[in-house]
């Protein structure tokens, strides 16, 4: 199967660069709005079978207008929100960004026993995010090899998801390929075969003209 990790459309904290994790966490910007019709848009000549978003609004919200194209419920799962701030949510500073960042792709190099300060650690993150793609994959195996699913999630969640589990991806390439809001990682595979990475456009689908180079957003920044 294909599965489209998809990054949700901007949002005010992405603007001011903050570290934003929290449940239901913010809607879209203005921006955001227009990435997701331009992202439905992109992706009409897709032929997606599912549609899942987080348990953040902001998911959901940039999730409805490929749902009203393509006539698809979504699919809203519990393991698929952005990886926890713990003491770091809501700060700006780049100290805070190194750190949270650092961690997360410590986790993405295979050391999970790392610990975001005063929130999880890599395996909590992994035990998640793992169950709900094995529950999309299963789903996506009764319906035959060439399903497509496509999932919005999280910046952090995918590029840390990926580094560790999508063979050509590693740590160093994620922390050095940027995901901007409604960036696109496509990996195919299964959870029992594994995952190869076969597409990464960090930049907005449907083009720079929905990019903002002015916002804060430190999934726009490689390490
Ligand atoms: O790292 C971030 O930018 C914040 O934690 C939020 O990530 P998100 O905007 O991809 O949800």
Do not use: C
């Amino acid at each position: 199967m294909k599965l489209l990790l998809i990054r949700h459309g901007q949002t005010p904290g992405n603007v001011l660069g903050q570290l934003d994790t929290a449940h239901p966490g913010p809607g879209l910007t203005e921006l955001g709005e227009r990435q997701a019709e331009a992202m439905a848009r992109s992706l009409a000549n897709e032929q997606i079978s599912a549609l899942y978003a987080s348990t953040l609004v902001r998911t959901q919200i940039t999730a409805a207008p490929l749902s009203r194209l393509q006539n698809l419920e979504i699919d809203v799962l519990e393991g698929l929100h952005e990886i926890e701030a713990g003491a770091l949510e809501k700060l700006t500073d780049h100290e805070s960004h190194k750190r949270y960042m650092g961690t997360v792709f410590a986790w993405a190099a295979g050391d999970l026993d790392r610990r975001m300060p005063a929130g999880p650690d890599g395996h909590e993150f992994f035990e998640r995010y793992d169950a709900d793609i094995a529950r999309i994959a299963e789903r996506a195996s009764r319906d035959g090899d060439s399903v497509v699913a496509a999932v919005v999630s999280h910046g952090a969640a995918i590029r840390t998801w990926t580094g560790l589990r999508a063979a050509d991806a590693d740590a160093d390439f994620v922390a050095r390929h940027i995901l901007a809001n409604t960036g696109i990682v496509a990996v195919e595979g299964d959870p029992d075969a594994g995952w190869k990475l076969i597409h990464w456009d960090g930049s907005p689908i449907g083009g720079l003209a929905l990019a903002d180079p002015t916002a804060e957003d430190p999934m726009g920044d490689a390490q």
